[in-house]
């Protein structure tokens, strides 16, 4: 098999939002590469800034209240020196964005049919009869039925599991290289869920896609990765394959997702709870392990001054020198979690 090539390289980005005057990271310095016929999960709690990540790549921060610095190659092309117009060439025709919520991502007053072909109105020139083939291509594509049907239809007469395929249909429309899904499946249950997320990975083997799937949920990330990167406070703390994540996780942070994720195959009565919460920006430590708080029976030397990643293996990065000798309190006797 060729090796996969690589078309996404986040260089040392960070991302600030002006808080009361002031600047704060809400992602620092993040490298990261995306490489075609893969899907990248991007996992982490609540306010870890995987959304800022996303959007940082999608240039949709406002620059009079946010500052980024880094660059994000993409094919050659810096799309942190882009201007509007420029984005625009990129968003919907090579970059295309699925989010959580498909209600408030259509047009309530449009029918399905003419939602997916204004894509092609800007980003192709193809015939009105074209568009119109292309969309029912789309809409089998992305599992729907009744395509033909469906493209009449007005987004409050399909159902959440139809809309969230609908915007994967104008997602893919002009066949992106990159496709950004954040959290694509959370508003949905857990069937329409394991379809959706199996339409995803069928686009990227059919397209060769690479595909950045922004979650929480690390069933999602097990079930459909291949690569995954975990990010803590702004911060990304491991990357490896999903086999590297799963069976070998090193930073404490890692491990102490996985502990509190419930087990089909096992009682869930006491699932671990990770103490604490992400620090809001304001309060982000600028040095030492950020993470640190939250193991406070770990010593402060037995985590770096400035954390740095480590390669394990071959693919596989961690922050911080602490995984070497992290343990769970009841995996080291004595003192209680
Ligand atoms: N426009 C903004 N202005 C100020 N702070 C922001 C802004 N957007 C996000 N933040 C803050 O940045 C941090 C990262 O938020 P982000 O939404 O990227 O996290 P997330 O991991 O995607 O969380 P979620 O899963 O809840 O979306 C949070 O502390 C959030 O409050």
């Known amino acids: 098999m060729e090796p996969k090539s690589q078309f ?11 808080i009361n005057g002031k600047y704060y990271d809400a ?3 993040i490298n990261l590469s995306v490489h075609h016929d893969e899907i990248l999960a991007i996992v982490g709690e609540s306010g870890c800034g995987k959304s800022t990540l996303a959007t940082t790549i ?16 993409f094919e050659g092309t810096d799309l942190l020196k882009l201007d509007e117009n420029g984005y625009n060439q990129f968003r919907g025709a090579k970059i295309g964005m699925i989010f959580q919520d498909p209600l408030s991502a259509l047009n309530p007053l449009k029918r399905i049919e003419d939602q997916i072909s204004e894509v092609m109105d800007y980003h192709t020139d193809f015939s009105t009869e074209q568009k119109h083939q292309r ?3 789309l809409l089998d594509q992305v599992g729907i039925i009744n395509p033909q049907r469906t493209a009449r239809q007005f987004p409050h007469e399909l159902s959440g599991g139809m809309r969230q395929r ?14 950004i899904a954040d959290e694509p499946t959370t508003a949905l249950d857990v069937t329409i869920q394991a379809q959706i997320l199996d339409v995803l990975r069928a686009i990227q083997k059919e397209n060769h ?3 950045i799937l922004i979650t929480h949920d690390l069933g999602v990330v097990a079930e459909t990765a291949d690569r995954v990167a975990v990010m803590y406070a702004g911060q990304i703390v491991e990357e490896g394959s999903v086999e590297q994540i799963f069976n070998q996780p090193k930073h404490p942070y890692t491990r102490s997702l996985l502990r509190s994720m419930p087990q089909l195959d ?3 009565d006491d699932l671990y709870v990770i103490r604490g919460n992400v620090p809001s920006l304001q309060k982000m430590p600028h040095t030492g392990d950020r993470f640190a708080p939250r193991i406070p029976w770990m010593s402060d030397d ?4 400035e954390p740095t990643m480590h390669e394990v293996e071959t693919g596989h990065l961690v922050r911080c020198t602490c995984y070497k000798s992290f343990k769970f309190p009841d995996e080291q006797g004595g003192a209680s979690a």
Do not use: Q, R, W
């Open 8 to 18: 996404l390289n986040i260089k040392d980005v960070s991302t600030a939002f002006k």
């Open 27 to 29: 992602i620092s310095h």
């Open 58 to 73: 999608m240039g949709l921060h406002d620059p009079s209240e946010t500052k980024i610095t880094g660059e994000v190659d």
């Open 135 to 137: 969309v029912l291509e």
């Open 166 to 179: 609908v915007i994967i249909a104008i997602a893919i429309a002009c066949k992106p290289d990159l496709i």
């Open 209 to 211: 896609a690479g595909i």
């Open 266 to 268: 096992k009682e869930n």
């Open 302 to 305: 037995e985590h770096e001054t």
